[in-house]
């Protein structure tokens, strides 16, 4: 294991929109149904790396400054950032309040650790990342939405690092606020046009399924009973840190998806009833999902439970009627759940990307059904293999650049808890696909060799039969 390079912490401040910016200077954004099922889930953990091959003077008498000062800019229109969640009694609903001179934790701080080893998409301790999060408060009569760390590795580089309360937004509300502070900080504020602002009215969400009512009350039972000054005592899932667990990057580029979508594809083709190839995103993870099952199964991890899922988000804004706007700010996702039989997946991955697949169709069929059991669904699944989806390769997050050039890496810590592997779109060229994945030592062993080793089968043979019995 790597030795934990603890950070020297520089500064610790608030930062806040300018007095009197954000009108009404007090207001309330009552959860939505889309927001609520994300309250028990601990929070989401961004690094940002950027190559700054300058001495730390630079760095804090001329950015940092410019990053508060873009940054209190960019709060006047994401000012719930800002707020804080609480759920009064009165009304029994969770909401996001903000108040004039609420502002967001930002702290400053100082590492000796290799920038280039951090940054790179190479093997590495899990915990290496920890002193880079800053730290935000999950639990609670009212908790903050949203924490800041900038962390300078002299003469190397920066890492702007972000936590925040998935109830606040989506991947893809997040991304926007992200931008749009990078914007400003690149190019002023001149540079927001009126279509670019967020979108913050949520009670254009609408339902029909009871859905809030019946989110509230397995909430209501998961939070239990505790109440501190009027409001309910939050909490989220207590997921512990593993030990010795690592990290990885692992990037599918352009031509790696074609092939495997074509291979994918050439298994559907005995199935007359398939006709249309599957989506990259079907085709990576369905592939990710085998290869894990694999590696379980070589290192003898696999539990007795032969039941195995995959769970991953689907964008809802286009898909409601009426469709909002992609420009909202706030959660407008839902989870797809896929469950199957191990022994069923195991023979062809053309098997888990139907199963995705035919998640998706079911939900066009009515984005919102099923909705009222995502808590409880979330709170109860036990299956022995469960691989999510976090993120997604059409965020444009290693667009983000603040003035000083594109993200070198873009990494989500927080999947060192729940397991997920974090989808973005690749570093190193169009088209491509990269996740990460937080597995032990000798999972992580395996599965390289699995998914490397079949990846390398597409590219070095034509697609025969041969090579589909060969590729796993």
Same mark, same amino acid.
């Given at each position: 294991m790597a030795p934990f390079k603890p950070v020297k912490l520089l500064d610790l401040c608030k930062v806040a929109p300018p007095r009197g910016s954000v009108v009404p200077t007090y207001t309330s954004l009552p959860l939505t149904f889309f927001d609520l099922l994300w309250l028990p889930l601990p929070p989401v953990e961004l690094l940002f790396f950027y190559d700054f091959p300058y001495p730390i003077s630079q760095f804090t008498h001329s950015l940092l400054p410019h990053l508060k000062q873009s940054l209190s800019c960019t709060l006047i229109h994401f000012y719930p950032f800002s707020g804080n969640l609480s759920w009064p009694h009165d009304p029994n609903h969770p909401m996001i309040c903000y108040t004039e001179g609420d502002s967001v934790s930002f702290s400053v701080a100082e590492s000796d650790a290799d920038f280039y080893h951090l940054s790179s998409n190479n093997l590495k301790d899990a915990i290496e990342s920890r002193p880079?999060?800053?730290?935000?408060?999950?639990?609670?009569?009212?908790?903050p939405m949203l924490a800041l760390q900038v962390t300078v590795f002299p003469n190397n580089g920066i890492c702007i690092a972000a936590t925040h309360?998935?109830?606040?937004?989506?991947?893809?509300?997040?991304?926007? %606020?992200?931008?749009?502070? *990078? $914007?400003i900080s690149k190019l002023g504020v001149e540079s927001l046009s009126p279509e670019s602002l967020p979108f913050l009215d949520r009670t254009t969400i609408k339902e029909d399924y009871g859905i809030t009512k019946i989110l509230l009350n397995d909430l209501d039972r998961f939070m239990g009973s505790e109440t501190i000054l009027g409001n309910r005592r939050l909490r989220v899932m207590d997921i512990e840190l593993k030990p010795n667990m690592v990290?990885?990057? %692992?990037?599918?580029?352009? *031509? $790696?998806?074609?092939?495997?979508?074509?291979?994918?594809?050439?298994?559907?083709k005995k199935d007359e009833q398939q006709t249309i190839p599957p989506s990259k995103f079907a085709a990576i993870c369905a592939y990710t999902w085998i290869c894990l099952l694999k590696a379980e199964a070589k290192v003898g991890e696999s539990k007795t439970n032969n039941t195995t899922s995959f769970v991953f988000n689907v964008d809802c804004r286009a898909r409601l009627d009426p469709p909002i706007q992609e420009t909202y700010l706030g959660n407008c996702i839902r989870s797809g759940v896929v469950i199957a039989e191990k022994t069923d997946l195991m023979r062809e991955v053309a098997v888990a990307a139907q199963l995705i697949r035919n998640v998706v169709l079911e939900m066009d069929k009515g984005i919102l059904r099923g909705m009222e059991r995502s808590v409880s669904d979330l709170l109860e699944m036990q299956y022995s293999r469960i691989l999510a989806a976090a993120g997604s390769s059409q965020l444009g997050l290693y667009k983000i650049d603040f003035g000083f050039g594109k993200p070198k890496k873009v990494e989500m810590a927080s999947i060192d808890r729940t397991g997920a592997m974090f989808l973005k779109e690749s570093s190193n060229e169009g088209g491509g696909i990269e996740f990460d994945l937080v597995l032990n030592r000798k999972e992580m062993d395996a599965f390289v060799s699995v998914f490397v080793g079949g990846l390398n089968v597409l590219s070095e043979h034509s697609l025969s039969p041969s090579t589909s019995r060969s590729l796993l």
């Amino acid at each position: 294991m790597a030795p934990f390079k603890p950070v020297k912490l520089l500064d610790l401040c608030k930062v806040a929109p300018p007095r009197g910016s954000v009108v009404p200077t007090y207001t309330s954004l009552p959860l939505t149904f889309f927001d609520l099922l994300w309250l028990p889930l601990p929070p989401v953990e961004l690094l940002f790396f950027y190559d700054f091959p300058y001495p730390i003077s630079q760095f804090t008498h001329s950015l940092l400054p410019h990053l508060k000062q873009s940054l209190s800019c960019t709060l006047i229109h994401f000012y719930p950032f800002s707020g804080n969640l609480s759920w009064p009694h009165d009304p029994n609903h969770p909401m996001i309040c903000y108040t004039e001179g609420d502002s967001v934790s930002f702290s400053v701080a100082e590492s000796d650790a290799d920038f280039y080893h951090l940054s790179s998409n190479n093997l590495k301790d899990a915990i290496e990342s920890r002193p880079l999060v800053p730290h935000l408060p999950a639990s609670g009569p009212i908790v903050p939405m949203l924490a800041l760390q900038v962390t300078v590795f002299p003469n190397n580089g920066i890492c702007i690092a972000a936590t925040h309360h998935h109830s606040v937004c989506d991947g893809r509300g997040f991304t926007h %606020f992200m931008r749009t502070w *990078a $914007s400003i900080s690149k190019l002023g504020v001149e540079s927001l046009s009126p279509e670019s602002l967020p979108f913050l009215d949520r009670t254009t969400i609408k339902e029909d399924y009871g859905i809030t009512k019946i989110l509230l009350n397995d909430l209501d039972r998961f939070m239990g009973s505790e109440t501190i000054l009027g409001n309910r005592r939050l909490r989220v899932m207590d997921i512990e840190l593993k030990p010795n667990m690592v990290r990885a990057t %692992f990037e599918v580029n352009e *031509a $790696s998806g074609r092939r495997l979508k074509e291979w994918i594809f050439s298994q559907y083709k005995k199935d007359e009833q398939q006709t249309i190839p599957p989506s990259k995103f079907a085709a990576i993870c369905a592939y990710t999902w085998i290869c894990l099952l694999k590696a379980e199964a070589k290192v003898g991890e696999s539990k007795t439970n032969n039941t195995t899922s995959f769970v991953f988000n689907v964008d809802c804004r286009a898909r409601l009627d009426p469709p909002i706007q992609e420009t909202y700010l706030g959660n407008c996702i839902r989870s797809g759940v896929v469950i199957a039989e191990k022994t069923d997946l195991m023979r062809e991955v053309a098997v888990a990307a139907q199963l995705i697949r035919n998640v998706v169709l079911e939900m066009d069929k009515g984005i919102l059904r099923g909705m009222e059991r995502s808590v409880s669904d979330l709170l109860e699944m036990q299956y022995s293999r469960i691989l999510a989806a976090a993120g997604s390769s059409q965020l444009g997050l290693y667009k983000i650049d603040f003035g000083f050039g594109k993200p070198k890496k873009v990494e989500m810590a927080s999947i060192d808890r729940t397991g997920a592997m974090f989808l973005k779109e690749s570093s190193n060229e169009g088209g491509g696909i990269e996740f990460d994945l937080v597995l032990n030592r000798k999972e992580m062993d395996a599965f390289v060799s699995v998914f490397v080793g079949g990846l390398n089968v597409l590219s070095e043979h034509s697609l025969s039969p041969s090579t589909s019995r060969s590729l796993l």
